[in-house]
T-cell receptor
Framework: GESVGLHLPTLSVQEGDNSIINCAYS??????FIWYKQESGKGPQFIID?????DKRQGQRVTVLLNKTVKHLSLQIAATQPGDSAVYFC??????????FGKGTRLHILP | AAGVIQSPRHLIKEKRETATLKCYPI?????VYWYQQGPGQDPQFLIS???????DKGSIPDRFSAQQFSDYHSELNMSSLELGDSALYFC??????????FGPGTRLTVL
């Protein structure tokens, strides 16, 4: 069965505000998570990843937080821009390189 | 930088016909993955190949087969097409156990 999932199907955020997209997983043995961005008509694009030996990882304008106690991870996008409009997937790489995607969250940027 | 190439980008077939989707990985990548994404759904892993050998198998129907050739390109063969096969088919490539890079996808429509 599915091991990752998202809390909300759609998120609307004012341009310039921070966005937070949440994800829950069920398998406590899961140890490698990836966030993908998928724009309309394109393939998923790697944003950031995190392993279970970390609880936070930062990239350019993005931060991923991992809470292993409650099996929850989040993607934070700072100063959201129109180009951030997309569907965001949390995913798990199960060690054999097979990526299991969760349900996506569509991020809408309000002007 | 070179990306994953998929062809064709769009394909329309009738029920019970066959289709062949092609994937050309990023140069020097030795691993290819196929994913299926139905309308409004998350991508589902189908099958992967490493060094021309099948390395993992997901929810791929028996009507589908795939292979990786000596030049590392891969083909997904789909027979006895059904309406439910209409989807986006993504190929991704990577170096073994490294980040997967997704292609733009082939949109298959079965009428």
């Amino acid at each position: 069965g599915e091991s990752v999932g998202l809390h909300l199907p759609t998120l609307s955020v004012q341009e310039g505000d921070n966005s937070i997209i949440n994800c829950a997983y069920s398998n406590s043995a899961s140890d490698y998570f990836i966030w993908y961005k998928q724009e309309s008509g394109k393939g998923p694009q790697f944003i950031i990843d995190i392993r279970s030996n970390m609880d936070k990882r930062q990239g350019q304008r993005v931060t991923v937080l991992l809470n292993k106690t409650v099996k929850h991870l989040s993607l934070q996008i700072a100063a959201t821009q129109p180009g951030d409009s997309a569907v965001y997937f949390c995913a798990e790489n199960k060690g054999d390189d097979k990526i299991i995607f969760g349900k996506g969250t569509r991020l809408h940027i309000l002007p | 930088a070179a990306g994953v190439i998929q062809s064709p980008r769009h394909l329309i077939k009738e029920k019970r016909e066959t289709a062949t989707l092609k994937c050309y990985p990023i140069p020097r990548h030795d691993t290819v993955y196929w994913y299926q994404q139905g309308p409004g759904q998350d991508p589902q892993f189908l099958i992967s190949f490493y060094e021309k050998m099948q390395s993992d198998k997901g929810s791929i129907p028996d009507r589908f087969s795939a292979q990786q050739f000596s030049d590392y390109h891969s083909e997904l063969n789909m027979s006895s097409l059904e309406l439910g096969d209409s989807a986006l088919y993504f190929c991704a490539s990577s170096l073994r156990h490294s980040e997967q890079f997704f292609g733009p996808g082939t949109r298959l429509t079965v009428l």
